[in-house]
């Protein structure tokens, strides 16, 4: 069966993660989360101290990360590892949350993070979601989805997240954070966040995820 590449983007806490995840394991393709590799090099720079605006310092600090994907059996998700260390728990973190968008607006930093996406992408057979994967990533991808919801969704829903890891966190705190980070993401001079002129979009604000398999089924129906 012919395999294409799907992308997903979209802004912050869309349930772009869920719904590709769900995508991926109906299809039999590999799921891969570009955000995951942009918040473990924002951890890598901060437990180092290394000043991103210093494009010497950040290039020099790039060299010394390396990432990849392993497959737990048990949670059945991929699993970010730095430098060979399980990083997952750590980059869902408020303190990482607050710094990645800034980290992700560096060119050299994209350019070694979007390099490593395509080499994932050669065999195609992939979801992977973000924020510029059907414009900058795979912009020849056979499927783009474009994500969005209501601001007051999204927040509710990443702070249900955060709150069972941090009780102290509070419904303004996630929400600053998300128009921040929407705020800078599509505002960044390096392949901001755009919808492709191709991309489709979904709503997802009144959508179960049953209604949002079934509408991304329909487009790779289609595709294939
Ligand atoms: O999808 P996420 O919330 O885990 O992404 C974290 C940050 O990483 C997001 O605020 C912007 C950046 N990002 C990006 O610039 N490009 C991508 N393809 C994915 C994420």
């Given at each position: ?10 802004w ?12 991926a ?8 989360d570009?955000g995951a ?10 437990r180092n ?19 990849h ?14 430098n ?13 949350a607050e ?9 050299a930093?994209?350019t ?39 601001i007051?969704?999204?927040v ?5 997240e ?12 996630v ?15 390096v ?6 002129t ?5 709503d ?21």
């Open positions: 069966m012919k395999k294409i590449i799907i992308t997903i983007d979209g912050s806490s869309c349930g772009k993660s869920t719904l590709a995840k769900h995508l394991k109906s299809l039999g393709y590999v799921y891969i570009s590799m942009y918040r473990a090099i924002t951890l890598y720079f901060l101290h290394i000043d991103w605006t210093d494009l010497e310092k950040t290039s020099e600090a790039l060299k010394h990360v390396e990432l994907f392993i497959y737990n059996q048990k949670s059945l998700q991929s699993e970010m590892y730095l060979d260390e399980n990083v997952e728990y750590f980059i869902r973190d408020l303190v990482v710094k990645v968008s800034e980290v992700a607006t560096i060119a930093v994209r070694y993070a979007v390099a490593q996406q395509q080499k994932m992408g050669e065999g195609k057979g992939i979801v992977m979601d973000g924020r510029d994967i059907g414009t900058t990533v795979f912009p020849e991808a056979e499927l783009k989805i474009f994500m969005t919801a209501d007051l969704i999204r509710e829903r990443r702070f249900k955060m709150f069972i890891k941090n009780p102290n966190v509070t419904f303004d705190e929400k600053h954070n998300l128009e921040t980070r929407d705020y800078i993401d599509s505002n960044r001079e392949s901001p966040l755009r919808m492709a191709d991309a489709i979009l979904l997802n604000t009144l959508m179960t995820m049953e209604e949002q398999l079934d509408f991304a089924l329909k487009l790779v129906a289609n595709k294939l």
